[in-house]
């Protein structure tokens, strides 16, 4: 049972253009909704997070828009260059602290 | 990666062998929690911890066992290795205590381990 869903599994833009990754989730419990970033051979590491009462937060080239009533977000990578490929993972904060993950995107950004 | 360190970072093993991988922070952090990551399924928690001798079951729990005796070191032991437990496994710290990153979880650089 995959309680956030993240589409699509991989994605190539070139470069100065815009990544999209999507997700979805299903428990309406969730409090937080973070955005990891991963590089090959490291951990994940926060990118970006927002709550559920804001519906868009931007940092940067980095944006998160949040649709509560649809329960969906998405990652927007504007203007993207060759050091953003990296894998994605949107993730849902519950009780606890605990974190569910999405299936991860491959983001390819090339020159 | 946050003051995490995770042990040994490659092991290979035989299948039914036992096996430990260690988790080290220095950061004090109370929660501790163990991930594992396989292609299509993102992170999935394992166990986690919120306090010394304090644990409890994530979502794919089976077949492995934690222990946390100091807030510092958290273990995750596979009792009796298993190729579906061929993984990237990482480590990861949260502290609710910290008011600006109370919800934020600082991951280690994971531990790849091989079953054959």
């Known amino acids: 049972q995959q309680q956030v869903k993240q589409s699509p599994q991989s994605l190539i833009v070139q470069k100065g253009g815009i990544s999209i990754i999507n997700c979805a989730y299903e428990?309406?419990?969730?409090?937080?909704f973070p955005w990891y970033q991963q590089f090959p051979g490291k951990g994940p590491a926060l990118l970006i997070a927002?709550?559920?009462?804001?519906s868009e937060k931007k940092e940067g080239r980095f944006t998160i828009s949040f649709n509560k009533s649809a329960k969906q977000f998405s990652l927007h990578i504007m203007d993207s260059q060759p050091g953003d490929s990296a894998t994605y993972f949107c993730?849902?904060?519950?009780?606890?602290?605990?974190?569910?993950f999405g299936g991860g995107t491959r983001v390819l950004v090339k020159p | 990666d946050a003051g995490i360190t995770q042990s040994p970072r490659h092991k290979v093993t035989e299948t039914g062998t036992p096996v430990t991988l260690r988790c080290h922070q220095t950061e004090n952090h109370r929660y501790m929690y163990w991930y594992r990551q396989d292609p299509g399924h993102g992170l999935r928690l394992i166990h986690y911890s919120y306090g010394v001798k304090d644990t409890d079951k994530g979502e794919v729990s089976d077949g492995y066992s934690v222990s946390r005796s100091k807030t510092e070191d958290f273990l995750l032991t596979l009792e009796s290795a298993t190729s579906s437990q061929t993984s990237v496994y990482f480590c990861?710290?949260?502290?609710?205590?910290?008011?600006?990153?109370?919800?934020?979880?600082?991951f280690g650089a994971g531990t790849r381990l091989s079953v054959l």
């Open positions: 993730a849902a904060k519950a009780a606890g602290n605990k974190l569910t």
């Open positions: 990861a710290i949260s502290d609710p205590g910290v008011l600006q990153a109370k919800n934020i979880q600082y």
């Open positions: 428990n309406t419990a969730f409090d937080y």
């Open positions: 927002i709550r559920p009462d804001v």
